[in-house]
């Protein structure tokens, strides 16, 4: 585990240069304004730790609470931020889609829902029937494609009562109308007395950028981002209780993401690299000029100084592995940035309170099979 804690200087550029390569984390010891879109059909209206104690206190059941305590008998963080998954839409053995869950007040709020998402939420040892508020920065299939299965899975087979609500850009809701069509059969065959047809709405926010969701001390901002044939696309501020994380989404190089990031607990943000032969040919700039490179980032996070950097949404071309995530850190690091940064890895966690504690992914071993609604993770 890694600690940051809040510098008396915080708005200085000099910070340590950290190796938070895949590698270099399983080296470390582990420490411690919407516009809601009337839908009748979707019942939408108009309008610091090391080894055992740390993987035990992130295995909490429900979203922290300030003044709580953790399940290893420490304070609980103010926020909690779980990288679900840090996929591109490339395939990979180890990393899933896009998903990011943020827990707070009591509130989980989930950003983007990419292939994965509801199993690796499972592994995490949070269960899918507790997420139902998503908020998508835009409407590419790899940033939703899972969104089904926790519409779903969670209803007939976890006992799942309450309504899905989903916060997206303009067409949010013809999706959700193309899903319900395409799981017609569900809809209705599969609904009965215990499993209610009703407990399957979908009430759908169409966003615009401002304050989107205020509520318990939690309040959620979005932000326009450029993403070319993804836009409308958005990012995401996410604030309670004085501390705040950034959700870039997909985007190139956006000052709105530095806007809203300027000194933010956690930013996380996109990243595209690909091999020499690629770069050089060219054939795939067009795929390139829609999301941020290496050099890029550097930019972004040296203009906003988080007092920690993540990259998620990491989409390589010919840089496999480890070493293909070196590449890219290698990369920011010569373009500039000093500050604290981190490749993100799936179900790896950011717990912020007057710290920020990096904690690598808990292991799987001895987690429960999740067959029905009475399993405790």
Partial sequence: MRIFRRSSNAGSSSRPATDNSPAAIARRPLLGAAAALPFGLLGCNAAAKTGTEAASATASETAPRAGQQDAAGGPAPTVRVRLLGTGGPEMSTTRQGMSTLIEAG???????????????????????????????????????????????????MLGRTEQLEIWGPPGTAGMVKGMRAMYQHDLDHRSNA?????????????????????????????????????????????????????????????????????????????????????????????????LTTPEQAARVFSEARP????????????????????????????????????????????????????????STAGLPELDGPGVRL
């Fill in 106 to 156: 009591g509130l989980r709020l989930l950003f983007d829902v990419g292939r994965g998402a509801t199993q690796n939420m499972y592994e995490s040892r949070v269960n899918p029937k507790d997420v139902t508020k998503i908020f998508l920065t835009h409407l590419h299939n790899d940033h939703y494609e899972d969104l089904p299965t926790l519409w779903l899975n969670p209803w007939f």
């Fill in 194 to 290: 215990l499993f209610k047809k009703e407990y399957l709405d979908i009430r759908v926010h169409e966003i615009r950028p401002g304050i989107v969701y205020d509520q318990d001390g939690v309040k959620v901002t979005a932000f326009t981002v450029e993403h070319k044939d993804g836009n409308p696309a958005y990012g995401f501020r996410f604030d309670h209780s004085g501390k705040s994380v950034l959700l870039s989404g997909d985007t190139t190089y956006h000052e709105n993401v530095v806007t809203h990031g300027k000194g933010v607990d956690a930013l996380i943000h996109n990243v595209i690299a690909f091999d020499e032969e690629l770069t050089k040919s060219g054939k795939l700039k067009a795929v390139e000029e829609k």
């Fill in 307 to 362: 007092r920690i950097a993540v990259f998620s949404h990491i989409a390589k071309k010919g840089l496999h592995g480890e070493a293909g995530d070196q590449v890219i850190m290698n990369r920011t690091r010569k373009a500039g940035y000093d500050g604290p940064l981190y490749m993100g890895l799936d179900r790896m966690t950011i717990d912020i309170a007057d710290d920020v504690t990096v904690r690598k992914p808990l």
